[in-house]
Protein backbone atom coordinates (compact mmCIF):
# COMPACT_ATOMS: atom_id res chain seq x y z
CA UNK A 1 0.00 0.00 0.00
CA UNK A 2 1.06 3.24 -1.20
CA UNK A 3 -0.18 6.72 -0.03
CA UNK A 4 2.15 10.15 -1.31
CA UNK A 5 0.14 13.75 -1.28
CA UNK A 6 0.96 17.32 -1.15
CA UNK A 7 -1.38 19.02 1.64
CA UNK A 8 -1.98 22.96 1.08
CA UNK A 9 -2.04 24.09 4.64
CA UNK A 10 -4.83 26.53 3.68
CA UNK A 11 -7.24 23.48 3.14
CA UNK A 12 -5.85 21.23 5.68
CA UNK A 13 -3.16 20.40 8.58
CA UNK A 14 -1.25 17.29 8.24
CA UNK A 15 -2.54 14.80 10.47
CA UNK A 16 -0.22 11.76 12.15
CA UNK A 17 -3.51 10.17 12.73
CA UNK A 18 -4.31 10.27 8.83
CA UNK A 19 -1.25 7.93 8.82
CA UNK A 20 -2.06 6.02 11.30
CA UNK A 21 -5.11 4.71 10.03
CA UNK A 22 -3.57 4.10 6.66
CA UNK A 23 -0.65 1.72 7.63
CA UNK A 24 -2.49 0.25 10.66
CA UNK A 25 -2.82 -3.44 10.04
CA UNK A 26 -1.85 -6.87 11.93
CA UNK A 27 0.67 -7.96 8.94
CA UNK A 28 2.85 -6.09 10.13
CA UNK A 29 5.27 -5.93 13.08
CA UNK A 30 6.84 -2.78 13.34
CA UNK A 31 5.54 1.14 12.68
CA UNK A 32 8.10 4.09 12.07
CA UNK A 33 6.81 7.73 12.01
CA UNK A 34 9.01 10.19 11.07
CA UNK A 35 7.57 14.20 11.40
CA UNK A 36 9.60 17.21 10.12
CA UNK A 37 8.86 20.23 12.29
CA UNK A 38 8.95 24.14 12.00
CA UNK A 39 12.26 24.83 14.77
CA UNK A 40 13.17 28.23 15.71
CA UNK A 41 16.55 28.36 14.93
CA UNK A 42 18.57 27.60 11.70
CA UNK A 43 21.84 28.67 10.94
CA UNK A 44 22.14 31.58 14.29
CA UNK A 45 19.08 32.65 12.82
CA UNK A 46 15.68 32.92 14.79
CA UNK A 47 12.85 31.66 12.45
CA UNK A 48 8.98 32.37 13.35
CA UNK A 49 8.12 30.15 10.63
CA UNK A 50 8.68 28.56 7.01
CA UNK A 51 6.44 28.93 3.66
CA UNK A 52 7.00 25.64 1.41
CA UNK A 53 6.40 25.75 -2.01
CA UNK A 54 6.19 22.45 -4.95
CA UNK A 55 5.70 21.47 -8.28
CA UNK A 56 2.50 19.49 -7.10
CA UNK A 57 2.64 16.68 -9.95
CA UNK A 58 6.36 16.41 -9.81
CA UNK A 59 6.82 15.86 -6.15
CA UNK A 60 4.36 12.85 -6.10
CA UNK A 61 5.95 11.66 -9.19
CA UNK A 62 9.42 11.88 -7.41
CA UNK A 63 7.70 10.16 -4.28
CA UNK A 64 6.50 7.35 -6.27
CA UNK A 65 9.76 6.99 -8.03
CA UNK A 66 11.13 6.82 -4.23
CA UNK A 67 8.98 3.83 -3.24
CA UNK A 68 9.17 1.95 -6.19
CA UNK A 69 13.16 2.12 -6.43
CA UNK A 70 13.10 1.42 -2.44
CA UNK A 71 10.70 -1.77 -3.22
CA UNK A 72 13.75 -2.83 -5.87
CA UNK A 73 17.07 -1.14 -3.98
CA UNK A 74 15.51 -2.80 -0.45
CA UNK A 75 14.04 -5.98 -1.22
CA UNK A 76 11.64 -5.42 1.67
CA UNK A 77 8.33 -7.61 0.84
CA UNK A 78 5.46 -6.88 2.86
CA UNK A 79 5.12 -2.75 3.50
CA UNK A 80 2.60 0.02 4.13
CA UNK A 81 3.92 4.04 3.18
CA UNK A 82 2.37 6.86 3.85
CA UNK A 83 4.17 10.29 2.89
CA UNK A 84 2.52 13.79 3.10
CA UNK A 85 4.55 17.52 2.64
CA UNK A 86 2.86 20.36 3.63
CA UNK A 87 2.49 23.50 0.86
CA UNK A 88 1.87 27.06 2.30
CA UNK A 89 3.20 29.06 5.59
CA UNK A 90 3.70 26.51 8.96
CA UNK A 91 3.96 28.41 12.06
CA UNK A 92 6.76 26.93 14.80
CA UNK A 93 6.12 23.65 16.08
CA UNK A 94 3.95 22.65 13.05
CA UNK A 95 4.47 19.25 10.96
CA UNK A 96 5.73 20.06 7.47
CA UNK A 97 6.13 16.64 6.37
CA UNK A 98 4.96 12.95 7.76
CA UNK A 99 6.27 9.49 6.86
CA UNK A 100 4.55 6.67 8.12
CA UNK A 101 6.22 3.11 7.16
CA UNK A 102 5.04 -0.48 8.24
CA UNK A 103 6.97 -3.42 7.78
CA UNK A 104 7.09 -6.74 9.46
CA UNK A 105 10.47 -6.22 10.81
CA UNK A 106 11.81 -3.53 12.62
CA UNK A 107 15.24 -3.11 11.04
CA UNK A 108 13.13 -3.09 7.32
CA UNK A 109 10.85 -0.23 8.97
CA UNK A 110 13.78 2.06 9.98
CA UNK A 111 15.75 1.45 6.46
CA UNK A 112 12.80 2.28 4.64
CA UNK A 113 11.85 5.46 6.19
CA UNK A 114 15.52 6.98 6.45
CA UNK A 115 16.10 6.07 2.84
CA UNK A 116 12.66 7.63 1.81
CA UNK A 117 13.44 10.52 3.86
CA UNK A 118 16.71 11.16 2.61
CA UNK A 119 15.40 10.50 -1.16
CA UNK A 120 13.00 13.08 -0.63
CA UNK A 121 15.68 15.79 0.30
CA UNK A 122 17.87 15.03 -2.76
CA UNK A 123 15.17 14.93 -5.02
CA UNK A 124 11.89 16.32 -4.52
CA UNK A 125 10.95 19.68 -6.23
CA UNK A 126 10.16 21.61 -2.58
CA UNK A 127 11.36 24.88 -1.89
CA UNK A 128 11.37 26.19 1.74
CA UNK A 129 11.44 29.77 2.82
CA UNK A 130 12.35 30.64 6.40
CA UNK A 131 10.70 33.73 8.10
CA UNK A 132 12.79 35.82 11.07
CA UNK A 133 11.81 37.48 13.13
CA UNK A 134 13.20 40.94 12.31
CA UNK A 135 10.59 40.77 8.83
CA UNK A 136 13.78 38.97 6.80
CA UNK A 137 13.18 35.66 4.33
CA UNK A 138 15.89 33.05 2.91
CA UNK A 139 14.89 30.82 0.21
CA UNK A 140 17.06 27.40 1.88
CA UNK A 141 19.11 24.98 -0.62
CA UNK A 142 18.45 21.61 0.25
CA UNK A 143 20.24 19.46 3.39
CA UNK A 144 20.11 15.79 2.55
CA UNK A 145 22.80 13.69 4.50
CA UNK A 146 24.98 12.13 2.55
CA UNK A 147 25.70 8.15 3.56
CA UNK A 148 29.36 8.02 2.70
CA UNK A 149 28.71 4.04 1.98
CA UNK A 150 26.59 4.09 -0.92
Not at 21 to 47: H, L, P
Not at 59 to 83: C, G, P, R, T, W
Not at 110 to 127: A, G, H, Q
Amino acid sequence: MFHAKIVDIKEKKISLSDAEKFISSNTYGASIFFTGTVRSQNNDKNVVGISYDSHDALVIKSFQEIYDEAEKKLNIDSKSVFIEHAKGYLHLGEISIIIAVACKHRDEAYVLSRYIIEEIKKRSPIWKKEHYINKETSWLKGNPIINEKN
